[in-house]
């Protein structure tokens, strides 16, 4: 597997990508991660044989609504005992995984 991630200076503008690719699609958030671009592969038209990525299909994420969902959860875990969808757990090994990235650049 590869990695790479690109930074720029947001004094200039904001930008956030994420471009995944898998053996069958790729997967493309754009729009600051509102909205979610699907390409599936397919047989290439121009070339018989061959595999290319097909026309892409686009939809809206639920990042909108993120602050809205984490508030909700919060409320649900401390009034009903519902189970928090992100643990401190989960934030800790979030939180490994960025600082290896910064040791290896």
Do not use: M
């Amino acid at each position: 597997p590869q990695f790479h991630l690109n930074i720029g200076d947001a004094r200039y503008y904001d930008i956030f990508e994420l471009d995944i690719l898998f053996e069958k699609a790729r997967w493309r958030f754009i729009d600051s991660g509102f909205t979610v671009s699907i390409q599936k592969t397919g047989e290439d038209s121009r070339y018989p044989g061959f595999v290319s990525l097909q026309t892409p299909c686009e939809e809206s994420t639920t990042l909108d609504r993120v602050c809205a969902r984490l508030v909700e959860n919060v409320v649900a875990y401390l009034e009903n005992r519902e189970p928090l969808l992100c643990t401190i757990e989960d934030a800790l090994e979030t939180q490994k995984v960025c600082e290896k990235l910064l040791c290896r650049n």
